[in-house]
């Protein structure tokens, strides 16, 4: 199953938006990050998270050309993202064991991202349940909170 990119469960979240960092070419869903006030697209299990973004990056020659629309990664905000591996990618399989556990988040080849089962000390997202109901789902959707500890919001 090819993964889908990571998003807000509610549609009816705020959207809001920011001055962009030159040269961004991520996707829809990526993981924002801060960088000296400008939104740019994170590296594998980022600190000071700010958001996801709702659309792909501008590619703008200069900062703060474009803004860049995203959902805040607040504490009351559930996101859905694939659940994967990436010691083994594309045979990442949900188990209940997997529900309140903390995990770190990646970005495929694809530019996709999505929570790495492989990853277990960075803590970035905590899974609480599965958008398929059930366990044992290979690339299963999962649903999570971001970790406060990772991003610039508090608790």
């Known amino acids: 199953m090819p993964r889908q990119a990571m998003r807000p469960v509610d549609l009816r979240v705020d959207i809001l938006s920011a001055p962009e960092l030159a040269s961004q070419t991520f996707k829809k869903g990526a993981v924002l990050i801060d960088s000296g006030g400008f939104l740019k697209e994170a590296g594998a299990d980022p600190n000071n998270i700010v958001g996801v973004s709702v659309e792909k990056g501008h590619n703008s020659s200069a900062n703060g050309d474009n803004v860049i629309k995203y ?56 899974i609480q349940a599965f958008r398929d109901r059930k366990s044992g789902i290979k690339q299963g959707r999962v649903l999570g909170y971001f970790s406060m500890d990772r991003t610039i919001y508090e608790a």
């Open 71 to 126: 959902v805040p990664c607040t504490p009351k905000v559930l996101f859905e993202a694939t659940f994967d591996d990436s010691a083994d990618l594309g045979n990442g399989t949900t188990a209940d064991t997997d529900i309140n556990k903390e995990y770190g988040i990646a970005k495929d080849s694809d530019g996709k991202w999505y929570i790495d089962k492989s990853e277990t000390t960075a803590g970035t997202i905590r």
